[in-house]
C-alpha cells in the first residue's frame, strides 16, 4: 500500500533549486559524472520498497525516461569513492528498459554492474526545445525487493524529486517515506530556525502584556470592568485553543504517527491517545510539583485588631511561595510551549507552524494579564510594576529554549505528531479548565453571556481559517512517513 505524503514547499523548492544549480553545473561542464544524484539508504527489516515517479501539476514528466542503478550500500551508508565509481561505470553502460509495474532489481553481479532505464508513462509532444511528455499515468511505481539487504546505494540520471509531486519517491512497505542517509551532492535542509526563533519572541513579547496596565486609561479599565475584560480575553483564548486542537493538532497528529509494518493501528491509536491525555494532565500534575516543593501559601492573620480594614502586608515567606509558584510554573509551561512550537516548523507548512504560535499567543495574552495581576497584588506578590514584568519576561523566555531543542534534535514525523498530540491535549486542559471557567464564573449577566460567547466564535475562526490553505505535516528525515 503507497500513500502519499505531502513535503513542506519550502524543503521541496530548495531540494529542487540545488537539482537545478547541479544540472546547469554538469551542462556547463563543472560535473563529468554519468549520474545527477546519489544516494544510500537503510533499509534494515525491510524486505520490499518502492520507487516512484509523478507527472507535474501541468501533467508532464521532466523526462520520458530515467537511467538508475541500486547496488550493495556501504555498512555505514557513506558514498565513498569506490562507491561512486562503480556507479558511474553502470551507468556509462546500456540499460534495460523497465515498465512501470516491474520489478526494480538490485544490481549484485556483473562488472559493470546492470543499470536500468525506468520508462515513464508519458507521451512526447512537440520537438527541440518545446518537446514535453505528456503524461498518460501521474504516478509510476517499481517495486524493489531489498531481502538480505540492510543496505543500499542509489545512482540516477536525474534528481528523483524533479519527478515528485506529492508523493516521496521511495517508500516503506508501509507507505512510511524512507530519507536517504547521505546524498550526491550533498543536501542542505533547511530548518526554519530564522522563523521559529521568530515566534519564539513573539511569545516572549507577550509576558509584556501587563505593560498597558500602567497606563491610567487601562488601569481604569480593568479596576472598573474587571468582568468585561476578564470574559472577552478568556472566551477569545477558549476559542482560539479548542480550534487549534481540533481544527488541526489532533487530527493533524493521526497522520504522523503513521500505520506502518512496526507499528500496528492499535499501536498508533495507544501514541496519540496516550500523548493527548499526558497533555491534558501535564498542567494538573506540574502544578502539583510545584505545590509540593513551594508549599501552599496561606492567609495572613492580623495582630492588630483596628487594623481589620487594611489590606495585610504578606509575609516574605508568603511572597516566596506565590513568586515561585507563578513564574516556575510560567517557565515550565513556556517550555512546553516551545517544544510544539519547534516540533511545528521542523516538520509542518508555514501556516500551521504561525497558526500554532498565534493559539499560543492568544492564550499567552490572557495567561500574562492573570499573572501580572497577581504579581502586582499586594495582598500576594507585592511586586513593583517593573519589576513584575522584568520576571514574567525572564520566566517566558523558556519557550525559545523550548523551541531550539526541538529543532536541534531534528525530530522524526512520529515524534513530531507526538508532540502534537500533547501540545493539543495541553491546550483543551487549558481552554476548558482555566479559560472557560473564568467566563463562567465573570459572565454573570446575559450581556457578558453574549459578549463571551462571540469573543469564542471569533477566536475560533481566526484558528479556523487556516484550513483554507492548509498543508499537511510532513517529516523530512524521520522516516516515519504519514498517509491520507
Known amino acids: 500500500r503507497i500513500e502519499h505524503t505531502l513535503k513542506p514547499?519550502?524543503?521541496?523548492?530548495?531540494?529542487?533549486?540545488l537539482a537545478l544549480a547541479f544540472s546547469a553545473g554538469a551542462v556547463n561542464g563543472t560535473g563529468d559524472e554519468a549520474f545527477e544524484w546519489a544516494g544510500t539508504f537503510d533499509v534494515a527489516d525491510m524486505n520490499t520498497v518502492f520507487w516512484s515517479a509523478q507527472s507535474d501539476a501541468e501533467g508532464h514528466y521532466p523526462d520520458a525516461s530515467m537511467t538508475i542503478v541500486i547496488m550493495q550500500g556501504n555498512a555505514d551508508n557513506s558514498l565513498t569513492e569506490a562507491l561512486e565509481l562503480a556507479g558511474e561505470e553502470s551507468l556509462e553502460g546500456a540499460c534495460t528498459e523497465l515498465q512501470p509495474g516491474n520489478a526494480l532489481p538490485i544490481s549484485s553481479t556483473g562488472t559493470p554492474l546492470p543499470c536500468y532505464k525506468l520508462m515513464f508513462p508519458c507521451t512526447m509532444e512537440g520537438s527541440g526545445d518545446d518537446?514535453?511528455?505528456?503524461?498518460?499515468?501521474?504516478?509510476?511505481?517499481?517495486?524493489?525487493?531489498?531481502?538480505?539487504?540492510?543496505?543500499?546505494?542509489?545512482?540516477?540520471?536525474?534528481?528523483p524529486i524533479e519527478f515528485e509531486r506529492e508523493m516521496h519517491y521511495l517508500k516503506g512497505p508501509g507507505g512510511e517515506d524512507i530519507e536517504p542517509i547521505a546524498e550526491h551532492p550533498e543536501s542542505t535542509r533547511s530548518k526554519r530556525w530564522g522563523a521559529a526563533i521568530g515566534a519564539a519572541f513573539i511569545v516572549m513579547v507577550c509576558t509584556l502584556v501587563g505593560v498597558v496596565f500602567l497606563a491610567p486609561v487601562f488601569a481604569k479599565l480593568q479596576s472598573e470592568h474587571e468582568s468585561l475584560v476578564t470574559v472577552l480575553a478568556s472566551a477569545f483564548a477558549a476559542g482560539a485553543l479548542l480550534a487549534a486542537a481540533f481544527y488541526l493538532m489532533l487530527y493533524e497528529a493521526t497522520h504522523l504517527i503513521a500505520i506502518t509494518d512496526d507499528r500496528?493501528?492499535?499501536?498508533?491509536?495507544?501514541?496519540?491517545?496516550?500523548?493527548?491525555?499526558?497533555?491534558?494532565?501535564?498542567?494538573?500534575?506540574?502544578?502539583?510539583?510545584?505545590?509540593?516543593?513551594v508549599g501552599k501559601a496561606k492567609p495572613e492573620e492580623r495582630k492588630d485588631p483596628e487594623a481589620a480594614n487594611e489590606s495585610p502586608t504578606p509575609s516574605r515567606s508568603?511572597?516566596?511561595?506565590?513568586?515561585?509558584g507563578v513564574l516556575l510554573g510560567d517557565f515550565l509551561h513556556n517550555l512546553v510551549d516551545g517544544f510544539f512550537?519547534?516540533?511545528a516548523f521542523a516538520n509542518c507548512d508555514t501556516s500551521m507552524a504561525w497558526t500554532i504560535t498565534a493559539a499560543t499567543v492568544y492564550h499567552e495574552l490572557a495567561?500574562?494579564?492573570?499573572?501580572?495581576?497577581?504579581?502586582?497584588?499586594?495582598?500576594?506578590?507585592?511586586?513593583?510594576?517593573?519589576?513584575?514584568?522584568?520576571?514574567?519576561?525572564?520566566?517566558?523566555?523558556?519557550?525559545?529554549f523550548g523551541v531550539c531543542i526541538v529543532l536541534s534534535?531534528?525530530?522524526?514525523?512520529?515524534?513530531?505528531?507526538?508532540?502534537?498530540?500533547?501540545?493539543?491535549g495541553v491546550y483543551?486542559?487549558?481552554?476548558?479548565?482555566?479559560?472557560?471557567?473564568?467566563?463562567?464564573?465573570?459572565?454573570?449577566?446575559?450581556?457578558?453571556?453574549?459578549?463571551?460567547?462571540?469573543?469564542?466564535?471569533?477566536?475560533?475562526?481566526?484558528?479556523?481559517?487556516?484550513?483554507?490553505?492548509?498543508?499537511?505535516?510532513?517529516?523530512?528525515?524521520?522516516?516515519?512517513?504519514?498517509?491520507h
Open 9 to 17: 514547499r519550502g524543503y521541496t523548492m530548495m531540494r529542487l533549486l
Open 131 to 159: 518537446a514535453e511528455c505528456h503524461a498518460d499515468a501521474h504516478t509510476a511505481i517499481w517495486e524493489i525487493d531489498t531481502t538480505g539487504y540492510n543496505n543500499i546505494a542509489v545512482f540516477a540520471q536525474h534528481f
Open 264 to 293: 500496528t493501528e492499535a499501536e498508533a491509536s495507544a501514541w496519540w491517545g496516550s500523548a493527548t491525555l499526558l497533555g491534558f494532565v501535564s498542567p494538573f500534575l506540574l502544578e502539583s510539583i510545584i505545590s509540593f516543593i
Open 318 to 324: 508568603r511572597k516566596v511561595r506565590v513568586l515561585s
Open 341 to 343: 512550537i519547534g516540533a
Open 367 to 400: 495567561q500574562e494579564i492573570s499573572d501580572y495581576l497577581v504579581l502586582t497584588n499586594k495582598d500576594q506578590g507585592d511586586l513593583k510594576p517593573f519589576m513584575a514584568l522584568g520576571l514574567n519576561f525572564l520566566s517566558g523566555m523558556s519557550v525559545l
Open 409 to 424: 534534535a531534528e525530530p522524526s514525523n512520529f515524534s513530531t505528531g507526538c508532540l502534537l498530540a500533547y501540545g493539543a
Open 428 to 483: 483543551l486542559q487549558i481552554a476548558a479548565t482555566e479559560c472557560m471557567p473564568r467566563v463562567h464564573e465573570f459572565a454573570t449577566t446575559l450581556n457578558l453571556r453574549l459578549s463571551g460567547f462571540l469573543l469564542f466564535v471569533i477566536g475560533a475562526t481566526a484558528i479556523g481559517l487556516v484550513l483554507l490553505d492548509h498543508e499537511h505535516c510532513g517529516g523530512e528525515g524521520g522516516g516515519d512517513g504519514h498517509g
